[in-house]
């Protein structure tokens, strides 16, 4: 018993505990850094900006240089379409030619003026529309399929054209009629009989355009569809336009409503590409010359 007394009265042992690990952390956290020590606390080195430009880097640079050629490829697509509207609408102010001979001739005469002499088969006639008016002076009403307004939605009369000087027959767009005026028995003193001579505009005819119904081969055509009007009147493949005469009855068709239907949107094109140039060569710029990161 007093053995055990005598144990108990010792005293214990100090303890190493969490105390001095906090001491000695302390410690290492205000210890100056000495040169020769590594610095854990340096991140990634930065690429230094002289160092050679990986195959991977030139390859980017494809970005820019083929958006550029694409854009300087525009610039002569805007120069050449502008050229060929303009030699188009020269072709329409031309003095007008005879029909060649061979028919077959007629498909590279596009907006050609030409001259021809026959009389029409008014009871084979077609429409093809809706249509909007094209005036003499060039402006254009607002019509379309939804309009209802007589003044500026209608129908083109397409006749087939019996030439006197031979036994073919083409088809002629005589003008622009409005919705009343859409049946040949409202319009009884445009519906010229006998022989005449007319001038007019060769035209092409016209692929479906997309999402457009099909005709169904009525009267009514929606688009130039030539083969099922070549067809239906067995006229030959030749479609003209006739011009505008101010000296036809007010209860005839308009002439003149000849569009000259080519798009020129490569000035937006060309600005869209040399935009994308210029962006991407900064990035390349940026990341592959700088080595600046985002």
């Not at 099909?214 to 336009?241: E, I, N, P, T």
Request: aromatic share 8%.
């Amino acid at each position: 018993m007093l053995r055990l007394c005598r144990l108990v009265s010792r005293p214990l042992k100090q303890s190493y505990g969490p105390p001095t690990v906090q001491l000695v952390t302390r410690k290492m956290a205000q210890t100056p850094f000495k040169a020769g020590q590594p610095d854990w606390t340096t991140s990634i080195p930065r690429p230094k900006e002289n160092e050679k430009i990986t195959a991977m880097g030139w390859f980017l640079l494809l970005i820019p240089a083929t958006t550029f050629g694409l854009g300087c490829w525009q610039v002569k697509r805007k120069i050449w379409k502008e050229q060929l509207i303009k030699d188009l609408h020269e072709q329409l102010n031309m003095e007008p030619v005879a029909l060649p001979d061979n028919l077959n001739d007629v498909k590279q005469m596009e907006y050609r003026l030409v001259k021809v002499r026959g009389h029409f088969l008014h009871d084979k006639e077609m429409r093809m529309g809706p249509r909007s008016l094209i005036r003499p002076d060039g402006s254009e009403t607002q019509g379309g399929l939804i309009s209802k307004r007589d003044t500026g939605n209608g129908y083109l009369v397409v006749t087939p054209f019996q030439l006197s000087d031979r036994d073919d027959i083409i088809l002629i767009n005589r003008g622009w009629v409005s919705r009343k005026h859409a049946e040949p028995s409202s319009r009884p003193l445009g519906q010229i009989s006998g022989e005449l001579e007319l001038t007019a505009v060769v035209r092409k005819g016209e692929l479906r355009p997309q999402f457009t119904p099909d005709h169904s081969g009525g009267k009514v055509y929606l688009y130039r569809d030539l083969q099922q009007m070549c067809a239906k009147s067995g006229a030959a493949h030749v479609f003209l336009d006739a011009v505008y005469d101010e000296k036809v009855s007010t209860d005839a068709p308009v002439g003149g409503q000849t569009r000259v239907t080519l798009r020129n949107d490569h000035l937006s094109y060309l600005v869209t590409w040399f935009s994308l140039s210029a962006a991407t060569s900064y990035l390349w710029y940026r990341q592959i010359i700088k080595r600046i990161p985002f």
